[in-house]
Structure formats: structure tokens, C-alpha cells
């Protein structure tokens, strides 16, 4: 990546599946034991009240009971929350790759994830990544979630910028689509998506 947008550019970057990987199946397998169910589905009770979750709506307990169906607490809750973390925890090198490179060149990096309070400042405490962002957004601090458009408003002014000098990078097609339509520039991360490319191809005159 040779070129970068204008010197006051801010770079937004989700967390989960874009600095952090897909959950490896031995990390599901770890948190179905302890939970007693199989949680990898799509469909599964882990993501039925998920979103409320990372929004601050219910706390670990309540989430944990809605997932298990029955009340939890004490060193099961600490341990499902200690595995939970743990399951989004596995990074994207070539995605911290691109960070380094950025930070190295003073690009301005900040974060804002769907991402429930206590695993926000269990990775600040015990993970390295935090530190590239000079900015950090957690739902779970807020109590709102992406693609809301208050919490991109929320982030814009915390930052003290316009939408146009931000480029936020997701892989959720609804959060990309929010943000764009209040006038970010974004890029949307896939598998196959040269994200090095995709930024220095923003960073050309139109």
C-alpha cells in the first residue's frame, strides 16, 4: 500500500472477522462443552439475543441464561465469559499487517465493534491490538449497536470528523450500508479482499 487518503483521514475498523478471524471450530467446541449445547449453528441460542448483548441490554448472567436456558452464575458464568472471549480472540495477520503499516505511517485508527462490555476490557487488559487505536468504540459502552445510525453519529463527533474523512472498514454488509449512507467512505472485508488495495485505491485522486 503506497498511497493513504489525506492526512486527516480516520480509519474505523471493526473487530470481529476483520482484526480478528472466524472462531476456529476447536474454540466452539471448547464453549459447547462448558455450555452443554452446541452453539457453532447460525441458528443457535448463542445468537437469538446476541445483539442485545453487545448492546449493553442484559448483562453476562442474563445473556448466558437466555443462551443455556436456565440460570447461570458464579465460576460457570466467568468461565463461559473466559471462553467466549477466547472465541473471538484468534487474529487476522494480514489484517494486523495493514495496521502496522498504517500506524507506522501515522494514519489516524480507530475502532468501533459490536462487542459486550466485559470482553472490551478483557482484551484491553490482556491484548496488544488495542494499542494501535488511538480512538475505541464498544456497544457494549455505549448501549447502542452497529448498523444504528446514532453510534455512527456518536463516533463522527467523538472524533471531530466529517463522514467524508472517515473510511470505515466492516465485514457486515448493514453496517457498511449505514455508515455509507451517512456519507463514509467504506470498504467491506471479505476472504478474498486485498484490503492494502482497497485503501490505496481511496487514496487516489478522483
Same mark, same amino acid.
Given at each position: 500500500?503506497?498511497?493513504?487518503?489525506?492526512?486527516?483521514?480516520?480509519?474505523?475498523?471493526?473487530?470481529? /472477522?476483520?482484526?480478528?478471524? =472466524? +472462531?476456529?471450530?476447536?474454540?466452539?467446541?471448547?464453549?459447547?462443552?462448558?455450555?452443554?449445547?452446541?452453539?457453532?449453528?447460525?441458528?443457535?441460542?448463542?445468537?437469538?439475543?446476541?445483539?442485545? !448483548?453487545?448492546?449493553?441490554?442484559?448483562?453476562?448472567?442474563? !445473556?448466558?441464561?437466555?443462551?443455556?436456558?436456565?440460570?447461570?452464575?458464579?465460576?460457570?458464568?466467568?468461565? *463461559?465469559?473466559?471462553?467466549?472471549?477466547?472465541?473471538?480472540? %484468534? *487474529? $487476522?495477520?494480514?489484517?494486523?499487517?495493514?495496521?502496522? &503499516?498504517?500506524?507506522?505511517?501515522?494514519?489516524?485508527?480507530?475502532?468501533?465493534?459490536?462487542?459486550?462490555?466485559?470482553?472490551?476490557?478483557?482484551?484491553?487488559? =490482556?491484548?496488544?491490538?488495542?494499542?494501535? &487505536?488511538?480512538?475505541?468504540?464498544?456497544?457494549?459502552?455505549?448501549?447502542?449497536?452497529? +448498523?444504528?445510525?446514532?453510534?455512527? %453519529?456518536?463516533?463522527? /463527533?467523538?472524533?471531530?470528523?466529517?463522514?467524508?474523512?472517515?473510511? &470505515?472498514?466492516?465485514?457486515? %454488509?448493514? $453496517?457498511?450500508?449505514?455508515?455509507?449512507?451517512?456519507?463514509?467512505?467504506?470498504?467491506? *472485508?471479505? =476472504?478474498?479482499?486485498?484490503?492494502?488495495?482497497?485503501?490505496?485505491?481511496?487514496? =487516489?485522486?478522483?
Amino acid at each position: 500500500m503506497n498511497t493513504l487518503p489525506a492526512s486527516g483521514t480516520w480509519y474505523l475498523f471493526d473487530y470481529g /472477522k476483520v482484526i480478528s478471524t =472466524e +472462531p476456529l471450530a476447536e474454540d466452539w467446541d471448547a464453549l459447547g462443552e462448558a455450555a452443554g449445547l452446541d452453539l457453532r449453528s447460525p441458528s443457535s441460542s448463542y445468537w437469538a439475543a446476541r445483539l442485545e !448483548y453487545d448492546g449493553g441490554g442484559l448483562s453476562p448472567a442474563e !445473556y448466558w441464561a437466555s443462551v443455556l436456558g436456565r440460570p447461570v452464575g458464579g465460576d460457570d458464568l466467568d468461565r *463461559l465469559e473466559e471462553l467466549d472471549a477466547r472465541l473471538w480472540s %484468534r *487474529l $487476522n495477520p494480514r489484517t494486523l499487517e495493514v495496521l502496522d &503499516f498504517m500506524a507506522g505511517q501515522g494514519a489516524h485508527l480507530a475502532l468501533l465493534s459490536n462487542m459486550p462490555e466485559g470482553m472490551s476490557h478483557r482484551y484491553e487488559s =490482556e491484548a496488544a491490538w488495542p494499542g494501535f &487505536f488511538v480512538a475505541r468504540y464498544f456497544s457494549g459502552r455505549l448501549r447502542m449497536v452497529k +448498523p444504528e445510525p446514532q453510534v455512527y %453519529r456518536h463516533v463522527l /463527533k467523538g472524533l471531530g470528523a466529517a463522514p467524508e474523512d472517515v473510511v &470505515f472498514i466492516d465485514d457486515n %454488509r448493514a $453496517n457498511i450500508e449505514a455508515a455509507e449512507a451517512l456519507g463514509m467512505r467504506v470498504v467491506l *472485508l471479505r =476472504e478474498d479482499t486485498d484490503l492494502r488495495q482497497e485503501l490505496a485505491l481511496l487514496g =487516489e485522486p478522483a
